[in-house]
Every structure is written in C-alpha cells, then in structure tokens.
Nanobody, 120 residues
C-alpha cells in the first residue's frame, strides 16, 4: 500500500492549487483521510481531515479557504486551496487509515509530501 501525492507548485499570493493523493495497492477499505503540512523550522500541523462518510474538519488557519474532499471509488483525497498566502508555504503530506491484507487493523499511511510555495 502506498500514497502518492501530487499537485504542488509555485503560485502567487491569492492564487489557487489543488492537491491530490491516491492510495494504491491491495486495499480493503480506507477510513479517515487527511492533509498535514510542515513549514521550515516548524512542527507538522493538521490542515484538514475527512471521514469516509464525508465529515470534514479544518485547521483554524485554513478555514474558509481550503476544501478537502475525497472520491472513495478512486481511493483519492483532494485539497482545494484558494486565496493562498505566503504563510501557507510548506511541504504538504497526505495520510490515510487503511485496512489491507497486510494490516487487518487499520493503520496510518503517509504520502511522500508535495511542496507548495506561495510568493508574495
């Protein structure tokens, strides 16, 4: 099982980006999915999370600007980021709680991270 994140890049302040993260491999089911980010010199922080049924939660700094969604048929989670600010610059990581033949009890998997840079 692995998670592959994509969609990062360089954008000007006020712009938008959409991140994607697809899970692949032998998967029984995926429960919670989410996005974290880590800026240089800072701790990793939670950005947004979504349950299998679609309930969402957001970090205070991104509420009203970011939207998390998922496509269960594609085992993919998305993060639509609007009104980006320079302080959103970070490496963004996706994660997912996955039940698989190798792990009948759901365990958390992490993607490799994708860089988002917002210029002022």
């Amino acid at each position: 099982v692995q998670l592959q994140a994509s969609g990062g890049g360089l954008v000007q302040a006020g712009g938008s980006l959409r991140l994607s993260c697809a899970a692949s491999g032998r998967i029984f089911s995926i429960n919670d999915m989410g996005w974290y980010r880590q800026a240089p010199g800072k701790q990793r922080e939670s950005v947004a999370g979504i349950t299998r049924s679609g309930s969402t939660n957001y970090g205070n700094s991104v509420k009203g600007r970011f939207t998390i969604s998922r496509d269960n048929a594609k085992n993919t989670v998305y993060l639509q980021m609007n009104s980006l600010k320079p302080e959103d610059t970070a490496v963004y990581y996706c994660n997912a709680d996955i039940k698989s033949p190798a792990s009948p009890v759901p365990r958390k998997y992490w993607g490799q991270g994708t860089q988002v840079t917002v210029s002022s």
